[in-house]
């Protein structure tokens, strides 16, 4: 019987930067009744709180979600009060080599989009993230940049020789991650093992990016059951599945 059910956000759990709809979120409140619960995504804190937080049930059940905000770079439990565990954050050095070599990646393969909303590269502490369209690009223009992900990959060939001391991986609709080499989401599965007392065997893990270079790949690397999904439909019926093997009076 597995004993943690983790999740990726965008494309997931939601559509990209989008809230928790509310059939989602009534799964997820269940979800919580009867199994420990993860959300490891490229997302910031405050994308977590925007988007999955404010849709949820404040109860005691919230002791049973752990987040992981940007690819598992961050760790926050629920005690009363939400407190973060640890942040691996990059040096202002490393954030500003970085963004320069994003800049200097997505001029090279000329996807540099002659319009766009809000800033094309966040600067998420932990977490260095471009975002093609602009952070707050309209989600049909998202949807209709880079869906077989190609854009990107050209983008992720061109910055990994610039940036050879961090970790890229491509996730959301048009983003790419770039993060501490080693700190990515099979890094925040092994922080799940080592803070809950979780075996990696009784994990299962749940995304729409499980392919090589993805942003969810990492997690099937460290050896958790992973189940993809083309998206948060798709998703609702995974969990489904889950509550009704589980029974809605699991245990904890």
């Not at 049973?64 to 202002?92: H, I, M, V």
Request: charged residues 30%.
């Amino acid at each position: 019987m597995k004993k943690l059910a983790v999740f990726d956000l965008d494309g997931t759990l939601a559509e990209s930067k989008s809230p928790l709809d509310p059939e989602m979120a009534d799964l997820i409140d269940r979800l919580l009744n009867v199994v420990k619960v993860a959300v490891i995504s490229g997302g910031s804190w405050a994308q977590y709180q925007q988007q999955v937080l404010s849709y949820l049930q404040s109860n005691d059940h919230l002791r049973n979600l752990s987040l992981l905000p940007t690819c598992g770079t961050k760790f926050y439990r629920y005690n009363g009060e939400w407190q973060k565990l640890y942040s691996e954050d990059l040096s202002a050095k490393d954030r500003a080599q970085i963004i320069d070599a994003l800049n200097k990646a997505l001029d090279q393969a000329g996807y540099r989009a002659e319009k766009h909303w809000g800033d094309l590269i966040d600067d998420r502490g932990t977490q260095i993230t471009l975002s093609a369209l602009g952070q707050d690009a309209p989600l049909d223009d998202k949807k209709k940049w880079d869906p077989d992900f190609a854009k990107r990959k050209k983008i992720k060939k061109i910055l990994e020789p610039l940036i050879p001391g961090f970790s890229v991986q491509l996730g959301g609709a048009t983003s790419i991650d770039v993060t501490k080499i080693g700190i990515d989401k099979a890094y925040g599965i092994k922080k799940l093992h080592e803070i809950l007392g979780i075996s990696i065997e009784d994990m299962i893990f749940v995304g729409d990016a499980i392919f090589p270079g993805g942003n969810d790949y990492p997690a099937k690397q460290a050896g958790v059951v992973s189940i993809k999904v083309r998206d948060p439909d798709e998703t609702k019926r995974v969990i489904e599945a889950f509550i009704a093997c589980l029974g809605e009076e699991g245990n904890q």
